[in-house]
Nanobody, 117 residues
């Protein structure tokens, strides 16, 4: 079983920064991938950032240069550092991990990020 606990969401002014954390109940060292998604009402869920077991990262075009995903295996934690936040970044952000290729994603409960003008 994998349980994910997210934190770090909240209110921030446009141009500000926020760091999201996702703590896993099991080791993430050998996880195939760890990911951050966001969901807007009436829109498809968007993959914001991902990091593979080998450390390769990918980002949605909308956040490139502003967001950074990282992992701390010793703490079983995945982070999303968000800078230069924009109002359009306002969403519920979800952490998800995939233990092995072909496995289902395990999801966190989501954390609200609100960016004001």
């Amino acid at each position: 079983q994998v349980q994910l606990v997210e934190s770090g969401g909240g209110l921030v002014q446009a141009g500000g920064s926020l760091r999201l954390s996702c703590v896993s109940s099991v080791s993430i060292f050998s996880m195939d991938s760890a990911n951050w998604y966001r969901q807007r009402p009436g829109r498809q869920r968007e993959l914001v950032a991902s990091i593979t077991k080998g450390g390769a990262t990918n980002y949605a075009d909308s956040v490139k240069g502003r967001f950074t995903i990282s992992r701390d295996d010793a703490k079983n934690t995945v982070y999303l550092q968000m800078t230069n936040l924009k109002p359009e970044d306002t969403d519920i952000y979800y952490c998800a991990v995939r233990p092995r290729p072909g496995d289902m994603n395990y999801w966190g409960q989501g954390t609200q990020v609100t960016v004001s003008s």
